[in-house]
Nanobody, 127 residues
């Protein structure tokens, strides 16, 4: 498993933007497909976005498609989630997640595909 630390959460208003960051110290970081998951109070953890190890392809849940963008910098061992046009329903704890990619095309599109995650960062969107 890989160690992950998220940052960048906070309290914003609806319509604002926020950028989350995730850092890893693992030397094999570039071998992992990375993702972002989130969990709202009283709800199950849900998939938000994922990105291939190479960074050349990504996948989003329908609820964030067109508003959120995931990216990565393998040299810096960082993953980012740019969140635009935030809505109150985006309020949740956001977790950076990782899974060792079994092949070059793999991204991970479901919560239970990821086997490492950080402690999370709180995002609160007020109306």
């Amino acid at each position: 498993q890989v160690q992950l630390v998220e940052s960048g959460g906070g309290l914003v208003q609806a319509g604002d933007s926020l950028r989350l960051s995730c850092t890893s110290s693992d030397s094999t970081f570039s071998m992992y497909a990375m993702g972002w998951l989130r969990q709202a109070p009283g709800k199950e953890r849900e998939f938000v976005a994922s990105i291939r190890w190479s960074g050349d392809s990504s996948y989003y849940s329908d609820s964030v498609k067109g508003r959120f963008t995931i990216s990565r910098d393998n040299a810096k061992k960082m993953v980012y989630l740019q969140m635009n046009s935030l809505k109150p329903e985006d309020t949740a704890v956001y977790y950076c997640a990782a899974i060792l990619a079994p092949n070059s095309d793999y991204m991970g599109t479901r919560v239970n595909e990821f086997d490492s995650w950080g402690r999370g960062t709180q995002v609160t969107v007020s109306s």
